[in-house]
């Protein structure tokens, strides 16, 4: 009889080690929680259980700029450092991952053509998510060698605020 309980505990132990106990994630619906398990994520994944906007975002971003968003498809967020954080997509604000790269867009090159020695090009032919400034230089887009601050995610650190919208995310 001995035997057979010790077989038994024998199997329930590795059964345990090998597939490392729960395998499924428990859906979490609180972003406070949510976030202090994700980490750093650009998105949320399939433990997310809650809206597609939290009401805690939702308020946090609304008290910011003192009045309701349009709709809850101009609030962007994601976890950062275990923290929630939201971003408000009005106008030119550009809540996406930013390029900091130095091949211009086609809009640029062909802004440039027809403005040859232009000072600035515009957000809407460069794209929002650039980083750097670009202007014309004898037909060609140039870019400038500085860039604009980033979070350690690389998102622009200016539009990005704490869930309490106390503060804007820190830049790298």
Excluded at 74 to 79: D, L
Excluded at 145 to 161: E, F, K, M, N, R
Aim: aromatic share 10%; net charge negative; hydrophobic share 35%.
């Amino acid at each position: 009889m001995k035997w057979i309980f010790g077989f038994w505990f024998a199997a329930v132990v590795a059964t345990n080690c090998v597939s490392g106990g729960d395998e499924t994630a428990k859906p979490i619906d609180d972003v406070t929680a949510y976030c202090k398990t994700a980490g750093s994520v650009d998105l949320p994944d399939e433990t997310w259980a809650g809206p597609t906007v939290p009401a805690a975002l939702a308020t946090s971003a609304s008290g910011k700029f003192g009045e309701e968003p349009a709709t809850n498809n101009e609030i962007r967020w994601r976890c950062m450092d275990g923290q929630p954080v939201w971003c408000l997509a009005w106008g030119t604000t550009w809540c996406g991952k930013s390029d900091s790269s130095l091949t211009p867009s086609p809009a640029s090159v062909s802004y440039c053509v027809q403005h040859p020695n232009e000072a600035g090009i515009p957000r809407a032919a460069t794209g929002n998510a650039t980083v750097r400034s670009w202007h014309c230089q004898d037909g060609t887009p140039v870019a400038s060698s500085g860039t604009a601050p980033l979070d350690s995610q690389g998102y622009h650190c200016g539009v990005w605020y704490l869930a309490d919208a106390s503060a804007a995310v820190p830049c790298s």
